[in-house]
T-cell receptor, first 115, second 110 residues
Framework: DAGVIQSPRHEVTEMGQEVTLRCKPI?????LFWYRQTMMRGLELLIY????????DSGMPEDRFSAKMPNASFSTLKIQPSEPRDSAVYFC?????????????FGPGTRLTVT | GEDVEQSLFLSVREGDSSVINCTYT??????LYWYKQEPGAGLQLLTY?????DMKQDQRLTVLLNKKDKHLSLRIADTQTGDSAIYFC??????????FGSGTKLNVKP
């Protein structure tokens, strides 16, 4: 299995531009999570989906952020318009809600820099 | 809400034991986890413990759980330079949302 796939790995954009981050979860996993990691705030959960349905988006910073999961194998996190304070590493993780240990598998992350 | 706390830094010498501590708030968590993040990578599950256990050993790793004090620790025996990473403690009270600590950066000096 290829694991959780995220693209792009690095994104540099100018303030005000739209940014779309992509995630392909592990096949067969039914939960998907978007996290943001910064030095100041550590690892923050932005939103998570269960069976493609958004369950908790209380961590989404503001209306500039939106996430979709149109099917079980794809999710996007969009920032429009982007701001310098959005610079962070964004991780996608997937898991399966049954099994002995309920592990989350993380992707390699997308490092976003907004100038 | 749930709160998972860890100290931010730990520095040890190669060959020594490392102990990383974590406190959590939700006593209903069925599993508690330790994740490892190497530079430039995502988090990877290192080990986990079921809440009805108080100790789990896996090669150089020992996890201790004190449910009364809501305290979790990770001991790494014979710490190597390759163990340098950030270690996250996590709990999941409802089998959906994970609550991660801030991470402890372990620095292993040769």
């Amino acid at each position: 299995d290829a694991g959780v796939i995220q693209s792009p790995r690095h994104e540099v954009t100018e303030m005000g531009q739209e940014v779309t981050l992509r995630c392909k979860p592990i096949s067969g996993h039914n939960s998907l999570f978007w996290y943001r990691q910064t030095m100041m705030r550590g690892l923050e959960l932005l939103i998570y989906f269960n069976n493609n349905v958004p369950i908790d988006d209380s961590g989404m910073p503001e209306d500039r952020f939106s996430a979709k999961m149109p099917n079980a194998s794809f999710s996007t996190l969009k920032i429009q318009p982007s701001e310098p304070r959005d610079s962070a590493v964004y991780f996608c993780a997937s898991s399966i809600t049954f099994g002995p240990s309920y592990e989350q598998y993380f992707g390699p992350g997308t490092r976003l820099t907004v100038t | 809400g749930e709160d998972v706390e860890q100290s931010l830094f730990l520095s040890v010498r190669e060959g020594d034991s490392s102990v990383i501590n974590c406190t959590y708030t939700d006593s209903s968590s069925t599993y508690l986890y330790w994740y490892k993040q190497e530079p430039g990578a995502g988090l990877q599950l290192l080990t986990y413990i079921f809440s009805n256990m108080d100790m789990k050993q896996d090669q150089r790793l020992t996890v201790l759980l004190n449910k009364k004090d809501k305290h979790l620790s990770l001991r790494i025996a014979d710490t190597q330079t390759g163990d340098s990473a950030i270690y996250f403690c996590a709990e999941t009270p409802n089998f959906n949302k994970f609550y991660f600590g801030s991470g402890t950066k372990l620095n292993v000096k040769p």
